[in-house]
């Protein structure tokens, strides 16, 4: 990846554990990511722990391929479903 490619966002997440499954899943597969806090979450967090999005961001160039990895992942509702 060169220095000049922009960073987009792919999509965005409840909490740590689950940016850290789509970043390392997508790093595995070739594609660059990393997840970024929103700012204004920041108190939250620390005092209640509460849910926030993570952003998850890859280049712009990788876009693409990042969501078609994406779509191939079960989703939680389908989980949800298939254990009832």
Same mark, same amino acid.
């Given at each position: 990846m060169s220095t000049n490619d922009?960073? +987009?966002l792919l999509t965005e997440v409840a909490d740590d554990t689950e940016a850290g499954l789509i970043t390392g899943y997508l790093s #595995?597969? %070739?594609i660059s990511a990393k997840?970024?806090?929103n700012p204004y979450s %920041?108190?939250?967090r620390v005092i209640g722990g509460l849910g926030y999005e993570? /952003? +998850?961001l890859v280049p712009e #160039?990788?876009?693409e391929r990042a969501r078609e990895l994406l779509r191939q992942?079960? /989703?939680q509702e389908s989980n949800e479903e298939s254990d009832a």
């Open positions: 922009s960073w +987009i #595995n597969h %070739g997840s970024q806090d %920041g108190a939250m993570i /952003s +998850i #160039n990788q876009l992942l079960p /989703s």
